[in-house]
C-alpha cells in the first residue's frame, strides 16, 4: 500500500510562566488521511517534562504524557494510549501539556506527518482457513504470513462458521484488512459469502428453492457470493450443482492452476460471450503451510478509494479487479476513457488502453472478446502497452501466460475483468 506524506512543522518557544497548564496546537486533516504520526524533536531535558497527546474534531484520542515522544494512529493500529479508528476531516490538535519548564524561554519543535490514501490498487487473497474450521493458522498467523508476502487484505472464509470475523482477538500491529467471509460449504459445491460479519443465522439447504431463499436474504443483505472451484471433483460435494442464476461472481482460479480451473475460466468465458456480467474472483484455498497451496497464490488486485474494508468490498462488487499467480505481479491498467475493468460503457467502437508492467520477455498476451482471441503477442520486453479498438464486441478483457518447464504448459500469469459495451447483461 503506498501512502503519501505530508509534514507539518510546530515550532513554539514557552516560558515558564506557562508551566501547569496545557495548550494545543492546531492542524487540519483532509478526508483522504488514513494514518498520522508525530515525533518531538526538540524539547527542554530532564527533570523538564513535555506531556503530548492528540485530539480530533470531535474527542481525545490519546494521551502519552511525558512517556513517549512519538506515536502513530491508523485506521487500525495506534501506539499504546491512542486509539486507531478513522480520520474525521476538520480541525486536529497536538496537546502539548507543559508539566515542567525550565526558567526562562524553551523552543520546542514538534513535526506532524500525516499519510494520504491515494486510489490504488490493493493486494489480497480472497479464500483462507484457519483454526475456526479444516485450518492450522490462528488469524495473527494468517495476518502475520500475508503480511510478510506483500498482502493488504485477507477475507476470512472458513466453513460455515462466523466465529473467525466476530469477536477475534487480533495483533494491533498487524495492518492487513479483513474481509469477514464464510465459506458457504453444501454437498453439492461451495460459495465464499464476502461482507458479512454473520452471513447466516441457517446455512442448511436441501433443495433448490431453499438455496434461492439464502441467497436473496444475501443480496439484500449487501453479501457478495461467489461460486468456489466449481469444477473440483477430487472430493465428493465440491463441484457446484446449483446453477449459475443469480450469480454475478465466480472462483475461476483456485490455488494452483490445474483442469478444474481451467474450466472455470472456459465457463466464465462462455457466460460472459452469452451476455452475463460475472466478476472473475481467485482465492488461494489456503489451509496453513503447505508444499503445494500457498496464501496469495492467486492474488485479487483490487481498485479502492479507501483502505477499508468497505472500500475492498466496492471494488470488488464492481468487478475493479485483476488477478496474478502471486502477489508480485504484474501490473495491468485497462481503461477506456473514464472506465475501467469491471465497468461498462455505451460509447460505440471504444478505444481500449492496456499498460502491464513487470512481465517477461516471451510471455505471451491475449486480448479476449465474445468472439475469441482478439489479439494475441509475445512481449518483448518487460512493458507493455496497446490501444485496441473494440468494434461491436460485448466486452475486452486481457490474459498473459508463461511458461512453465516444469510442466510443459503455458500457464496463466494475469487473468483480467472485462470491461463491457452496449447494454446491460442478460439475467
Given at each position: 500500500?503506498?501512502?503519501?506524506?505530508?509534514?507539518?512543522?510546530?515550532?513554539?518557544?514557552?516560558?515558564?510562566?506557562?508551566?501547569?497548564?496545557?495548550?494545543?496546537?492546531?492542524?487540519?486533516?483532509?478526508?483522504?488521511?488514513?494514518?498520522?504520526?508525530?515525533?518531538?524533536?526538540?524539547?527542554?531535558?530532564?527533570?523538564?517534562?513535555?506531556?503530548?497527546?492528540?485530539?480530533?474534531?470531535?474527542?481525545?484520542r490519546g494521551w502519552s504524557g511525558g512517556t513517549r515522544t512519538e506515536a502513530t494512529l491508523s485506521l487500525s493500529q495506534a501506539t499504546p494510549g491512542y486509539l486507531a479508528g478513522g480520520f474525521p476531516g476538520g480541525p486536529?490538535?497536538?496537546?502539548?501539556?507543559?508539566?515542567?519548564?525550565?526558567?526562562?524561554?524553551?523552543?520546542?519543535?514538534?513535526?506532524?506527518?500525516?499519510?494520504?490514501?491515494?486510489?490504488?490498487?490493493?493486494?489480497?487473497?480472497?479464500?483462507?482457513?484457519?483454526?475456526?474450521?479444516?485450518?492450522?493458522?490462528?488469524i495473527d498467523q494468517l495476518f502475520e504470513e500475508a503480511a510478510s508476502i506483500g498482502l493488504d487484505f485477507v477475507a476470512t472464509t472458513d466453513h460455515n462458521t462466523a466465529s473467525q470475523n466476530l469477536g477475534v482477538s487480533?495483533?494491533?500491529?498487524?495492518?492487513?484488512?479483513?474481509?469477514?467471509?464464510?465459506?458457504?460449504?453444501?454437498?453439492?459445491?461451495?460459495?465464499?459469502?464476502?461482507?458479512?460479519?454473520?452471513?447466516?443465522?441457517?446455512?442448511?439447504?436441501?433443495?433448490?428453492?431453499?438455496?434461492?431463499?439464502?441467497?436473496?436474504?444475501?443480496?439484500?443483505?449487501?453479501?457478495?457470493?461467489?461460486?468456489?472451484?466449481?469444477?473440483?471433483?477430487?472430493?465428493?460435494?465440491?463441484?457446484?450443482?446449483?446453477?449459475?442464476?443469480?450469480?454475478?461472481?465466480?472462483?475461476?482460479?483456485?490455488?494452483?492452476?490445474?483442469?478444474?480451473?481451467?474450466?472455470?475460466?472456459?465457463?466464465?468465458?462462455?457466460?460472459?460471450?452469452?451476455?452475463?456480467?460475472?466478476?472473475?474472483?481467485?482465492?488461494?484455498?489456503?489451509?496453513?503451510?503447505?508444499?503445494?497451496?500457498?496464501?496469495?497464490?492467486?492474488?485479487?488486485?483490487?481498485?479502492?478509494?479507501?483502505?477499508?474494508?468497505?472500500?475492498?468490498?466496492?471494488?470488488?462488487?464492481?468487478?475493479?479487479?485483476?488477478?496474478?499467480?502471486?502477489?508480485?505481479?504484474?501490473?495491468?491498467?485497462?481503461?477506456?476513457?473514464?472506465?475501467?475493468?469491471?465497468?461498462?460503457?455505451?460509447?460505440?467502437?471504444?478505444?481500449?488502453?492496456?499498460?502491464?508492467?513487470?512481465?517477461?520477455?516471451?510471455?505471451?498476451?491475449?486480448?479476449?472478446?465474445?468472439?475469441?482471441?482478439?489479439?494475441?503477442?509475445?512481449?518483448?520486453?518487460?512493458?507493455?502497452?496497446?490501444?485496441?479498438?473494440?468494434?461491436?464486441?460485448?466486452?475486452?478483457?486481457?490474459?498473459?501466460?508463461?511458461?512453465?518447464?516444469?510442466?510443459?504448459?503455458?500457464?496463466?500469469?494475469?487473468?483480467?475483468?472485462?470491461?463491457?459495451?452496449?447494454?446491460?447483461?442478460?439475467?
Open positions: 500500500m503506498h501512502l503519501q506524506p505530508h509534514e507539518i512543522p510546530f515550532s513554539i518557544t514557552l516560558d515558564s510562566s506557562q508551566t501547569g497548564t496545557i495548550i494545543t496546537l492546531p492542524f487540519s486533516l483532509p478526508p483522504t488521511a488514513v494514518r498520522l504520526d508525530w515525533k518531538l524533536i526538540q524539547g527542554p531535558k530532564a527533570p523538564y517534562v513535555i506531556d503530548l497527546g492528540l485530539k480530533d474534531s470531535a474527542r481525545i486536529w490538535g497536538l496537546l502539548v501539556g507543559l508539566y515542567r519548564l525550565p526558567l526562562g524561554p524553551t523552543t520546542i519543535r514538534i513535526i506532524v506527518t500525516w499519510y494520504e490514501f491515494i486510489p490504488q490498487r490493493l493486494r489480497g487473497d480472497l479464500h483462507t482457513h484457519t483454526v475456526h474450521s479444516d485450518g492450522v493458522w490462528t487480533r495483533d494491533p500491529a498487524t495492518s492487513i484488512i479483513q474481509i469477514p467471509g464464510m465459506e458457504w460449504t453444501t454437498y453439492h459445491g461451495h460459495a465464499s459469502i464476502l461482507g458479512l460479519e454473520d452471513p447466516l443465522a441457517d446455512w442448511r439447504v436441501n433443495d433448490a428453492q431453499e438455496m434461492g431463499q439464502r441467497l436473496a436474504e444475501l443480496k439484500q443483505n449487501g453479501a457478495i457470493v461467489s461460486v468456489n472451484h466449481p469444477f473440483d471433483e477430487f472430493q465428493p460435494g465440491l463441484t457446484w450443482n446449483w446453477g449459475d442464476r443469480g450469480l454475478g461472481f465466480m472462483e475461476v482460479w483456485n490455488g494452483p492452476w490445474r483442469p478444474a480451473n481451467q474450466r472455470a475460466l472456459d465457463h466464465w468465458q462462455q457466460r460472459l460471450s452469452d451476455g452475463a456480467q460475472v466478476v472473475a474472483l481467485g482465492g488461494s484455498d489456503t489451509h496453513g503451510p503447505s508444499d503445494i497451496v500457498h496464501l496469495g497464490e492467486p492474488t485479487n488486485w483490487v481498485w479502492t478509494d479507501s483502505p477499508t474494508t468497505a472500500g475492498l468490498l466496492q471494488g470488488i462488487s464492481q468487478g475493479h479487479l485483476y488477478i496474478t499467480r502471486d502477489a508480485g505481479g504484474p501490473e495491468l491498467s485497462m481503461q477506456s476513457g473514464p472506465f475501467q475493468m469491471g465497468d461498462r460503457t455505451t460509447t460505440p467502437n471504444p478505444d481500449i488502453a492496456i499498460e502491464l508492467d513487470g512481465i517477461e520477455i516471451g510471455d505471451r498476451i491475449r486480448l479476449i472478446s465474445d468472439q475469441g482471441a482478439e489479439y494475441e503477442a509475445s512481449a518483448k520486453t518487460e512493458n507493455w502497452s496497446l490501444t485496441h479498438q473494440a468494434r461491436g464486441r460485448r466486452f475486452i478483457r486481457l490474459e498473459v501466460h508463461r511458461y512453465s518447464a516444469l510442466w510443459d504448459y503455458w500457464m496463466p500469469l494475469l487473468i483480467g475483468n472485462p470491461i463491457y459495451f452496449g447494454g446491460g447483461p442478460t439475467s
